[in-house]
C-alpha cells in the first residue's frame, strides 16, 4: 500500500473515531409561528446551484476514494445517493490523476449512479489539465475544489506553498465547463476570503466551518509527536461562516457544511442563506457502523425532518426559508458586530 493509500484509509479510521461536539447551530434559534398557513403539499425544496438543480437541498459531501476501503465506502455512498435521490461528491481525485489504477474506487460512483448529481473533487494545486480529467472521470456534473491549508500545515507529509492557489482557482474556473464549487474541509470561511475568491470570479462556495469533521485532530492524530493539538479551535465554525457570507450572497450562491448533525441545523444553515447543506461524517459513520439501510433511512428521515420543519415555518421553498426570522446568541450577534457583517 502506498504511503497516500494509507493516508486515505486513516482518515477513514480517524474520522470514525473522532469526537463529537457541540453543534454550532445552537447558537441560532428560528422564530416560531403558530400560523404557518400553508400545507405539506406546497412544500418544495428543489434547489439552483449556479446552472445546476437538486431536487434537493441536501448532498453527501466530498469524502474519499483511492484505496481498496475507499473505493467499497464510493460504492455505498453512491448507493445511498442513488437511493435517496442527493447529489454526491468524491474525495479529493489526486490518487486517480497520479495512478490510473485507482480510478474505479472514484468512478464506481458513477456506474453506480449513472444519472445522479456527481461531483469530482481536486486541491487547489493541481495542473489545468488535471481538472477537466477529474471531471471527465465521472462525467461530473461540477467540480470541487478544496482548500486546506491549515490540515496541509499538521500533516506532516503536507504542502507549504500556498502561494499559487488563487490563479490556480482562477484557470481551472476557465478551463472546465462545469460549474467550480469551491469549498474549505472544516475550517470555513470569512468574508476576506470570499472577496478574495469573488475577485476571481468564483461564483459557488461551500463554506465548510468548524463543528464537525476536524482535520486539525485528525492530522494530529497522525503525527509521531501529536504536539498540534492546540489548533484544534483553529477556524470559524459553520453558523459563523455563513454570517460572514451573508455580504455576498446576492451574487455567490453558498453552501453549507461542516457539523451538519440534524435536520434542524441543515435548515438552520438553509435560513442563514446557504442554498443546500452537505454531509460527511455523519453518514460516513451510520454507514460504516449501521450499514447501508440504516444510512438509506438516515437522508430519508433528514429529508422528511427538512420538509416538516419547513412546514411549521411556513416555508413553501428556499427563497422563503431565506426570509425566516432567527434570533442569534450573544456570542454570534457580538462576531456579527465586531466583524461589521450588517
Ligand atoms: C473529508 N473532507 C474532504 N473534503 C474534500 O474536499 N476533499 C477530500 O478529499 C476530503 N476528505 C475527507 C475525508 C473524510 C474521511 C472526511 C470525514 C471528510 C471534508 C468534507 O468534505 C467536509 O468539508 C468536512 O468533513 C466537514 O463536514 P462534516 O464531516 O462535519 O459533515
Not at 207 to 223: D, K, P
Amino acid at each position: 500500500m502506498t504511503t497516500r493509500e494509507q493516508r486515505k484509509d486513516e482518515h477513514i479510521r480517524l474520522a470514525l473515531s473522532h469526537p463529537v461536539t457541540q453543534s454550532s447551530f445552537d447558537g441560532i434559534q428560528l422564530v416560531h409561528r403558530s400560523i404557518p398557513a400553508i400545507k405539506r403539499s406546497d412544500i418544495s425544496l428543489e434547489t439552483q446551484i449556479d446552472s445546476l438543480t437538486l431536487n434537493f437541498p441536501l448532498y453527501i459531501n466530498a469524502m474519499t476514494g483511492g484505496s481498496k476501503w475507499a473505493g467499497e465506502i464510493n460504492r455505498k455512498l453512491a448507493i445511498i445517493s442513488r437511493e435517496t435521490d442527493i447529489a454526491m461528491a468524491v474525495g479529493s481525485m489526486h490518487a486517480a490523476l497520479k495512478n490510473e489504477e485507482l480510478i474505479p474506487t472514484y468512478r464506481i460512483i458513477r456506474e453506480i449512479n449513472p444519472h445522479g448529481k456527481v461531483f469530482a473533487n481536486i486541491g487547489a494545486d493541481v495542473p489545468l489539465s488535471s481538472a477537466a480529467r477529474a471531471v471527465d472521470m465521472l462525467t461530473a456534473d461540477a467540480l470541487q475544489i478544496h482548500l486546506n491549508a491549515p490540515q496541509e500545515v499538521v500533516m506532516p507529509e503536507g504542502g507549504r506553498d500556498f502561494s499559487d492557489w488563487l490563479t490556480n482557482i482562477e484557470g481551472i474556473i476557465r478551463s472546465v465547463d462545469v460549474p467550480v464549487i469551491v469549498k474549505e474541509v472544516g475550517f470555513g470561511m470569512s468574508a476576506e476570503t470570499l472577496e478574495q475568491l469573488r475577485g476571481i470570479g468564483v461564483q459557488i462556495v461551500d463554506v465548510s466551518g468548524r463543528g464537525g469533521t476536524n482535520f486539525i485532530y485528525i492530522e494530529n492524530e497522525r503525527r509521531p509527536q501529536k504536539d498540534q493539538s492546540y489548533l484544534s479551535e483553529w477556524g470559524q465554525t459553520t453558523s459563523v461562516s455563513l454570517l460572514e457570507s451573508q455580504p455576498f450572497q446576492q451574487e455567490m450562491t453558498i453552501l453549507a457544511s461542516g457539523g451538519i448533525q440534524s435536520p434542524l441545523d441543515a435548515i438552520k444553515s438553509i435560513v442563514l442563506g446557504a442554498k443546500a447543506a452537505g454531509l460527511s461524517r455523519a453518514v460516513l459513520t451510520e454507514v460504516e457502523t449501521n450499514g447501508l439501510e440504516a444510512a438509506i433511512q438516515l437522508i430519508e428521515t433528514f429529508k422528511a425532518h427538512m420538509i416538516d420543519i419547513s412546514l411549521i415555518l411556513g416555508a413553501r421553498n428556499i427563497n422563503e426559508l431565506h426570509q425566516v426570522p432567527y434570533v442569534l446568541s450573544p456570542e454570534l450577534e457580538s462576531w456579527q458586530r465586531q466583524r461589521n457583517l450588517k
